[in-house]
C-alpha cells in the first residue's frame, strides 16, 4: 500500500491535473469512479507498473522475513535407567546448580548388587592369604622331597662304593633298593617343585585376574547404582518437572522434565529463515533490522554474522525409498544468522521470541568506483534509496504490531 501511494503521486496525480488543468476535465463530471479508468488510464497503467516494479525491487534488494528466533537448547531430564522414583529434591521451576540431586530412584537391587560383589572382592583376598600359606607348605614338601633325595643319593654312593672294593657287607639288592629310592625321591622332588610353581602360578596370575574381575564387577554394580541417583548436567531452570514419590520414570518412554540452560551458547544470536530467492543477495557483513513481539516499538540494528550452506529442506536420510523432490511440501528458507550491532540492544527479549527482520543492501563502497557507468551508477543510487521504504514499513509494522495482536487478532 505504501508503495502504491508513492508511485501514484508520480504517475495518477500527474496525469489527473493535466486532465483537469490541461483538458479541463472536473472530477464528479467528465472524470467519475465509471469514467476515470479511461480518463486516466495512462497514470492507472503507468502506476501499476512502478508499484509492481518498486515492490519487486525493494523486497529482492532489501529481503524481509517474518521467521525470526533466537533459539536455545534445553537439556531432557532423564535417568539412565528404568526404575520408581523414591526421592524428590527439587521442584517445578526450581533453579539449580550443575551436579544438584534432583532426584533418585528406589536402589534396592543395585545396592545388593554392590554388597555381593564386595564379597566377592573379599573372598578373592581371602584366597590370597590361602595360597601364600599353600605356598610355604610347597616350600616345605620340596626342602623335605631335597633332603631326602640327597639321603638316598647318599646311601646308593655307599653302597656303590662297597660294591666297587668287593666287600662282603655289599649285596646287588640292597643297591638296587637304593636305586630304586633315588627315582622314588626324585619323582618326589620334582612333584614338590611343580605343585611350588602351581602356587606361585596362582599367586602371580590367577588370583590377580580373579582380583580384576571381582573389582571390575564391583565397578559396574556401583555404577548401576549411581544410575539410580538423577543429578543436573548444568546449571539452569527446572520446567516442565512435575515427578511425585512413587512414579515409574523410563527413559525411553516417560522422560522427567526439561532443564533449560541459564547460559546458552549463542544467546544472543538470532537465526532467520529468507526466501530462496534472496540466497544471492545477503552477505556476511549485510546490515538489518529488527523488531520482536516481547519487545514493542523497538528497531533493533542488527549485522548479519553467517549464512548457513544448505537449505534444510533438501536433507535426507537413507531409507528404503528414493527421495521424490515432490514429496518437499515447502520449498524451506535460506538460513541466517544476526546479531546485533551495538551490544546490549538485545537484552530483555525472551530466547524464542517471535521476530521480524530487513536486510539491508548497501552498496556504498561499489558507488565509489569512478569506472561505473552511469546506468549502473543511478541504478544502484535507487536500490539503496528504496530501502528507506521497507524501513518505513518495518516501523509501521513495529507500531502496528501491539494493536494487530492485542485487538485484532484477540491475542491477549
Known amino acids: 500500500m505504501f508503495e502504491l501511494l508513492i508511485c501514484s503521486l508520480v504517475t495518477i496525480v500527474p496525469d489527473y491535473l493535466y486532465r483537469r488543468y490541461r483538458q479541463g476535465k472536473r472530477w464528479g463530471h467528465e472524470i467519475t469512479f465509471f469514467t476515470m479508468w479511461y480518463e486516466l488510464r495512462h497514470g ?31 537439556v531432557t531430564i532423564l535417568p539412565e535407567t528404568g526404575g520408581r522414583v523414591s526421592e524428590v529434591h527439587v521442584a517445578n521451576n526450581q533453579q539449580v546448580a550443575a551436579g544438584e540431586l534432583l532426584f533418585r530412584l528406589d536402589d534396592a537391587s543395585q545396592r545388593a548388587a554392590v554388597e555381593t560383589a564386595e564379597r566377592r572382592v573379599e573372598e578373592v ?50 643297591l638296587d633298593r637304593f636305586t630304586n629310592e633315588v ?17 606361585e602360578e596362582q599367586i602371580r596370575v590367577l588370583i590377580p585376574a580373579q582380583r580384576a574381575s571381582a573389582e571390575a564387577a564391583l565397578e559396574q554394580a556401583e555404577t548401576e547404582l ?23 520414570i523410563n527413559p525411553i518412554l516417560r522422560p522427567a522434565g526439561i532443564l533449560v540452560p541459564e547460559d546458552f551458547v549463542d544467546q544472543h544470536r538470532y537465526v532467520a529463515g529468507f526466501h530462496q530467492i534472496a ?29 548457513q550452506d544448505v537449505v534444510p529442506s533438501g536433507q535426507i536420510r537413507p531409507t528404503d525409498l528414493l527421495v521424490d523432490p515432490q514429496d518437499n511440501a515447502r520449498p524451506g528458507t535460506v538460513t541466517v544468522y544476526m ?24 552498496n556504498h563502497d561499489i558507488l565509489q568506483n569512478e569506472d561505473l557507468s552511469t546506468g549502473r551508477w543511478l541504478f544502484l543510487h535507487v536500490v539503496d534509496t528504496v530501502g528507506l521504504v521497507h524501513a518505513i514499513l518495518l516501523r509501521i509494522q513495529t507500531l502496528l504490531m501491539p494493536v494487530k495482536t492485542l485487538v485484532l487478532s484477540g491475542g491477549h
Open 183 to 199: 627315582g622314588i625321591r626324585e619323582g618326589e622332588l620334582a612333584a614338590a617343585r611343580a605343585q611350588q610353581q602351581a602356587v
Open 279 to 307: 540466497a544471492g543477495v545477503i552477505k556476511p557483513g549485510m546490515y538489518a533490522e529488527m523488531t520482536c513481539l516481547s519487545k514493542p516499538f523497538t528497531v533493533i540494528p542488527m549485522v548479519v554474522v553467517g549464512i
Open 125 to 174: 583376598e581371602a584366597s590370597l592369604v590361602v595360597a601364600e600359606a599353600n605356598l610355604a607348605a610347597a616350600l616345605g614338601s620340596v626342602t623335605r622331597a631335597e633332603a631326602a633325595l640327597n639321603q638316598s643319593q647318599e646311601d646308593l654312593a655307599r653302597e656303590q662304593e662297597l660294591i666297587n672294593r668287593g666287600s662282603s657287607a655289599a649285596r646287588q639288592a640292597e
Open 226 to 248: 549411581a544410575k539410580t541417583s538423577v543429578h543436573a548436567g548444568v546449571s539452569g531452570t527446572v520446567e516442565q518437572f512435575g515427578l511425585q514419590v512413587g512414579d515409574y
Open 44 to 74: 492507472i497503467t503507468l502506476c501499476a507498473m512502478l508499484t509492481i516494479s518498486l515492490i519487486t525491487l525493494v523486497f529482492f534488494y532489501h529481503p524481509a522475513t517474518s521467521n525470526v528466533r533466537s533459539f536455545f537448547r534445553t
Open 339 to 362: 546479531e546485533p550491532v551495538y551490544p546490549g540492544q538485545a537484552d530483555g527479549i525472551p530466547a524464542g521470541s517471535n521476530c521480524l527482520a530487513n536486510a539491508y543492501t548497501n
